[in-house]
C-alpha cells in the first residue's frame, strides 16, 4: 500500500531521521505520483534535507526552565522584559474574519517604536498566515494594519512575530523558507532604503 511509505516517512521526519523519511518519500512518490503532488512530499523531501544542513551545526541545547502552562495563557509565559514591548491578545478589531477561528490569537506591542506586529489571515483567500504591522498614530490610536509582505511573508504561514527593541531587527516563525517542517523560527533585518 504506497501511503504506508509515506506516514513512515512523516514519522521518520517527525523524528529527526531525515535521510530515512527520504527513502520513504521517494518509494512513495515513485507509487503515487498524483497523490504525491498532492501532499506536496517534494516540499517534504525538501524540507528533510533543509533539517540536514540546520542540524549539522546544532549545538549542545540546555533546558533552562520547565513550565507547565494553560493553553489560553501561554503567551504569559514569554518574559519580554527588557524588550521594549509586550505580548497581548489581539483585539478585536484587528481581528479580521478569517482571524475569528483563532482562540488565542497575540500580538506584539513594541513601546519602543510605537509600532505592533501580528499575524493574521487577512482577507482569507490564500488560506495562509501573513505578518502584518500597525503604526502608532499621533492621536494615540492605531493605523491601518499592512502586509508586510515578501521576502519574510510566504506561501506558507509565518506567526508569533517579536520586534527588537532596534526597530530593525524581526523574529518570525514560518512553515516556509527553509523550514525543516513545521514551524521554525526566523530574523529578518529592515532595509531602511
Not at 514519522?11 to 498524483?34: G, S, T, W
Not at 516540499?43 to 533539517?51: A, F, L, S, T, Y
Not at 523550514?179 to 529578518?188: A, E, P
Request: net charge neutral.
Amino acid at each position: 500500500e504506497p501511503d504506508v511509505f509515506y506516514h513512515l516517512g512523516v514519522a521518520y521526519h517527525l523524528n529527526y531521521r531525515f535521510f530515512e523519511a527520504i527513502v520513504q518519500y521517494e518509494k512513495y512518490m515513485k507509487l503515487n505520483a498524483a497523490a504525491a503532488k498532492k501532499r506536496e512530499v517534494e516540499r517534504h523531501v525538501q524540507m528533510c534535507k533543509n533539517g540536514m544542513l540546520l542540524l549539522g551545526n546544532i549545538k549542545d541545547l540546555y533546558v533552562l526552565d520547565k513550565k507547565e502552562v494553560n493553553d489560553r495563557d501561554y503567551y504569559r509565559s514569554y518574559n519580554d522584559m527588557g524588550f521594549g514591548g509586550r505580548f497581548v491578545i489581539k483585539p478585536e478589531e484587528f481581528k479580521l474574519k478569517a482571524d475569528k477561528k483563532i482562540v488565542n490569537d497575540i500580538l506584539f506591542i513594541s513601546d519602543m517604536n510605537q509600532v505592533m506586529v501580528f499575524s493574521s489571515y487577512g482577507d482569507g483567500k490564500s488560506g495562509n498566515k501573513d505578518i502584518f504591522m500597525s503604526r502608532r498614530l499621533p492621536t494615540g490610536g492605531w493605523g491601518t494594519p499592512e502586509n508586510i509582505g515578501s521576502p519574510v511573508n510566504t506561501t506558507y504561514d509565518e506567526d508569533y512575530p517579536f520586534l527588537l527593541p532596534d526597530g530593525k531587527t524581526l523574529f518570525f516563525s514560518s512553515k516556509g523558507h527553509n523550514s525543516m517542517g513545521g514551524y521554525d523560527i526566523f530574523k529578518s533585518y529592515f532595509n531602511d532604503e
